[in-house]
Every structure is written in C-alpha cells, then in structure tokens.
C-alpha cells in the first residue's frame, strides 16, 4: 500500500483503542523477569560458552605482537580469536570505526580478541593473561584545536546554507547578539549493555542480540563478515534500552560470530560496562557559534548557526544546526557544520542526534536576545515563529505546526507570568529561585513498514513484523492499531516483533518508529480485511469491522467464518510528503533552586507541551517524553565524557564516573499533548514523539538557572565549578 495523499477521514477518526491510555503489553513479563533479554536466552542454543571482548589499550598505532600462550594454557579455555592472527572483518554502510581492525587500532578499547571459555569467569580470568605490544601512532584528540581547520561538511544539503546576505543583515540590525557554546561528549549509557548469543549451523549463522534495527543489523553482519546476508538471522524482541546506540552492530555481535566460528559452539558475549563507553558509540561534543540580528520589535533579520563537531572518519558528525532553518524566521540566515577528523571512538547517533545540543545553543541564545530586547522570553519565540511556510524554502509547505499554543498553553500551565524578569532577584530562604523556556523542534520522518498479520480459526489475530521494542511500547501500539483495524478486542492480538524472518519494518529510531510501524501494521491489515471480504462475499472497504464482525448495508458477517487466513503488506509513502516539512514541536519550561551558598541546583518542576500529531498511547508517549526530559536535564547539568588528551579515550567510563540524572533530580514533571492531527504523516495522523521529548528541555533548564542567579555558562555541563565563584553576594 501506498499514502499517496493526505489523509482523510477515517477509522482512526473514530477509534475505540487507537489513542486511548492503555497499560503496555509486555510491562507483566518485565517486571516478573520473564521477558527474556539478549544475554538471558539461555534456551535458544543448546551448551553455550562464554565471550569476553579484549579492547585496545591504545587509541592510535599498531600492535607489534600478542602473547596468548598461557590465556591458551588457562582452565575452560575453548579458542581465542586475536587480531594478529585473523584477518579484519569488512565493514558496513552503518558504522566508521572498524570492529576488529587487525593490527591497525584506530581508537581506544577497539576489539582486538575475544576469549571464548566454559565459564563467563574463566574468559575473563583467561583474557587478562594476554600479553599486547603495541607500537604507539600520533593521534588527534582534542576538537578545539581540530576545529579551525575542519572542513565543511559534505553529508547532506542541510548541513551548509545562505540564504539572503546574512553578513551584511547582521551587521545592520540594531540588536545583535554574537556567543559561543559547547556541548561535550556523551554516552547512551544504557542499563542493558550490547549483548549477543551466536550460533552458526553450517554456513548459516543466527544472532540474538539487542539491537533497534533488524535488517541494517542483518544487512551490516552480511558485510562485516564477507557472506550472504541471506544466510544471517537477527533476532532482537527485548531491549533494555538503546538511545540511537543500538541503532548499528556493534563488536560483540562480530565477535560472538567469530568466537562461536572458532569454539564450534554458540558463544554468549555481554559487553562489560568500560567498553560500552569507548567501544561503543557515543554523542559528539560541539562547539557552536550562534549570530542573531533583529529589529527593536524582536523581529529577526539575521539568524547564523555554525557548528563544530569531530568523528573517527572525518564524517557525520553532530550536526547541531538541524533545528535553526525549522523554529525561526529571519530572511537571511547562515547555516555551517564543520567536521574534524578525530581519533576518538566512534561518533554516531544518540538521542536527537543533533537537535540536543542544538536546543542547548540556539535556545539559550534566544534567551540571551530577549534579554538584550528587554522582550519577554515567550514573546520572543513567538513573535518570530514561522508559521506558514518553512524560511528559506517557499515551495514547501507545513503539514500542521501548533508552536505558539505549546508555548501559550505552557506558559499559563506553569504560571510563566509569575517568573521574575530580572534575574537573580527571587529568593526562597537559602534557594534563589528561577524559570526557563525553550521551545523544541524534531522532524518527524517516516519510512517503509511491512507487517504480517494472521487470523487464527479461533478469531485471534497474530501480528509479526522485525519491528522492535526499545521500551517504547511497540508491543502495545502495533496491537492497538490491529485490534481497532479487525474491529477485535486487544486481548484478541498478540504482536511478535524482532525477528529478521518477518516482514521488514521501519525499526526504532530517529521517532520515525511508531508512526511508520503502526502504518505498516494497519496495511497488513487492510489486505487481511479485503481477503476476508473476498471469502466472504462483501465489499471489505465499505464494510465497518467491529466486534469480531463486519457489516455492510445491513447485513453483518463474522470475520471468523472465513477460517485461517494470512495477509502481509507494507506502508509505503507517496511523493508528495516531499513538498511538505513534517516536524514534531513543543514548549519546554523548567523551574530550578540554587543554593545561594553552595551553587547547589534542582529542578522543582519541569513541564512539556507537545504537538505532535495523533497521540497513539498517550499513557507510554508520556513516559517517552519525560524520559527524554530526564535525558535533556542529564545533558544540561551533569553528563560529560572527560576526553584524556593525552592518550585519546574516555576516563569516565563507567557509571560511577559518568553521571546520569537519578529520581531524586526529577521530583515533578508534567506532560501535556496538543489535540492536533497530521494528515499528511500517516493514515493515523501521528508523527511520533520518542525524540521531542528531549528537544529543548535542557536550555529551559539553562535558562531558569540564569534566571535564579544572574550568571550565564554557556559550556554544558553546567556544573557548580563554572558558577560557585560567581553567585550573589551572601551578605
């Protein structure tokens, strides 16, 4: 099936389950441990053995020589596999660092063996008797002074822009503001690490894993193993967690593939915590400059946004200008991403890759202009949102865009007229006290998305499609859209997802997920309900299906005398959503409290205002947006992966040292969703919000610390150490 237009009225309009609040299906087998995740399928594989990945201890050069010889002589010892003595595996579309390079180490903790043993403790034991030689190579580590020379990316055409003449605009306007802003390096750092059991039978080899993308993972494995990906099987229905981390294969997919090669016998590989930070991938730092002209009104005439960013390859980096030709007018604009070549571990996406460190500059930015305005924050943002057409490209159009009632609407829920304008100046006995806004943008893109469904004799309908559950709640969604397709009760759907046998999906990822899936599922299910019309003598898309039956002109059919029948389609999306930007938008505000003696912050409350289409599940959408949130607030006050310049890795890497927002930092946060529907996304009119969530609430709370104590950081995290100096007076 293809959309080919925009939506019209539909069975969607008048749903039953579809949008309504509705406890997510799999939450009983999580929370009484039996919903197996990767490295807990104990039964998929008869006499698994144990991996344990050995990373480089070095982030540039060459390994001159590995001693295995008594990592061989250890108890329980089945094989290693060592880069001195296999040669590299390929590489894929979808990663830049190497996965077991050979002697070449390209970054810190890169995989250069795996020892395969009986037991998870006697790998470990029998890896650290490896013996690594290395000779060390000159490596660039610091984007600072990469920055100057970085060229101008090439990915994509949004990633460098003019339009009008913004040098001469700017330097024209009577209002201007010129800062700079960093964002430093981050880490998904999820509770489930990468994991991966691996079996081959013969040539043929399957993996259970944890990954967000079936058929880019099955695609990838083809590629880095140099066989026919036909011959990989991909199997992912339980994910504790992925950020965008998970989105690619990683090394302990490889190197299980490779261990269990060498054992002859499936190999479970969970990756220990370490490497999760500098093997895996991460978010890249940035270094942004923000130029904005306007008029004494607070209408922008100039807007600039140049960005700074590095990776492994010198590519796709993190473009944090996305956002900046979305939320704002202003006829000239400047649009540059710069890319360095950096010899660090391998940049890729993570949550709103871009857009979250972009909110961090331009919003606060924003903020910084108002100020100079004398202009209320809101106002601001609204007297220059652009409503009607996207700046810079006047042949397309908005599909639906609500940004002035997400910042209206949020201001008179937060009580934004009771924000003090001058900073620095409320007081709760020892608390200063302040408000923040930020308003928020992420695309909302869709992609292809296939389903299979099946109706048992019984009248049960089974749903299979590779889609994946990264705790978002696909389970539940995919089964809403069936059951209010069949017109059958959702305990009559059971959804199977993660498996490179079913029909390809869109995947989890980039908030394309659920509005792609559920539309893949609801094209499945058109052809199902056209096969039962067919066996059953009516007209299936003129009839209405309700109750296990359908009727037409009177007359009514129970769709289980058509017997067991079995329909796969996919969702796929006309050419016409070219001529439109679909975007997903948001009016973030945060209230914080710092210690006047100790600089000491939190955040009271925090408050998302969303527009974002058809809201499927407002039940599991709330919970993604506040846990983007939570995300956003762990982005603005504490994460930051400490890069030693000296020998080029993360010093961080674990999770004492890497710190991420507990309970104790988010005690109140409030989600409300516009009632707005998009009809050029999907036949259901939603567009997603698993990304918007973490868009923007980071400069609300950067804004609100500015607004309690009168001191602006512009380097994120913003960590007592940058303000203690600097806060009032006590006495």
Partial sequence: MEFNAPAGENLFDRAK??????????????????????????????NQAYGWIVGAGIAKGRIRSMDLSEARRAPGVLAIVAATEHEPVGSS?????????????????????????????????????????????????????????????SDRPSDSAKIGDFDAAFAAAPVKLDERYTTPDEAHAMMEPFATIAAWDGPKLTVWTSNQMIEWSRQALGSILKMDADDIRVDSPYI???????????????????????AKRPVKIAMQRPLMFNNATHRHATMQRLR???????????????????????????NATLQTPKLYSGANRLIANHIAQLDL???????????????LALEVAMDELAEKLGMDPVELRIVNDAQGMVPGEPDTKLSDRNLTRCLREGAAMFGWSKREARPGQSRKGRWLTGMGVAAGYRAAPTMKSGARVRL??????????????IGTGTYTILAQTAAETMGLPLDAVRVELGDSAFPVSAGSGGQWGAASSTAGVYAACVALRRMIGEKLGFDADAATFDGGRAMLGGESWSIRDAGALTAEDSMSFGAFKKDYDVGTYAGHFAEVKVDAYTGETHITRMLAVCDAGRILNPLSARSQVIGGMVMAAGAALTEDLHVDKRFGFFANHDLAGYEVPVHADIPHQECVFLD????????????????????????????????????????????????????????
């Fill in 17 to 46: 389950i579809v949008g309504k609040s509705t406890p997510r299906i799999d939450g009983p087998l999580k929370v009484s441990g039996r919903a197996p995740y990767a490295a807990e399928r104990h039964d998929v594989a008869a």
């Fill in 93 to 153: 579309d979808y990663n830049f660092a190497p996965l077991f390079g050979g002697r070449e180490v390209s970054h810190y903790h890169q995989a250069i063996a795996v020892v395969v043993a009986e037991t998870f403790e006697q790998a470990r034991a029998a890896a650290g008797l490896i013996r690594t030689s290395y000779a060390n190579g000159e490596g660039a580590f610091d984007l600072k002074k990469a920055a100057p020379g970085a060229p101008l990316a």
């Fill in 240 to 262: 504790g967690g992925g950020f965008g981390g998970k989105l690619f294969v990683r090394s302990d997919a490889v190197m299980a593939a490779l261990g269990a090669k060498a």
């Fill in 292 to 318: 904005i002209g306007a008029e004494r009104d607070g209408r922008i005439v100039a807007i600039g946004h140049e960005n700074w960013s590095g990776n492994i390859t010198g590519e796709a980096g993190e």
């Fill in 345 to 359: 571990p391998e940049g890729n996406a993570m949550r709103a890759p871009g857009e979250l460190p972009g909110h």
């Fill in 456 to 469: 048992t004799d019984r009248g049960q309908l089974v749903v299979a499609t590779d889609m994946t559950d």
């Fill in 676 to 731: 707005t529907l998009d009809p050029v996304s999907t036949p259901l009119k939603a567009k997603g919000v698993g990304e918007l969530g973490i868009c923007g609430p980071g400069a609300a709370v950067a804004n609100a610390i500015y607004n309690a104590t009168g001191i602006r950081v512009r380097d994120y995290p913003l960590t007592l150490d940058k303000y203690l100096d600097r806060l009032p007076a006590i006495a």
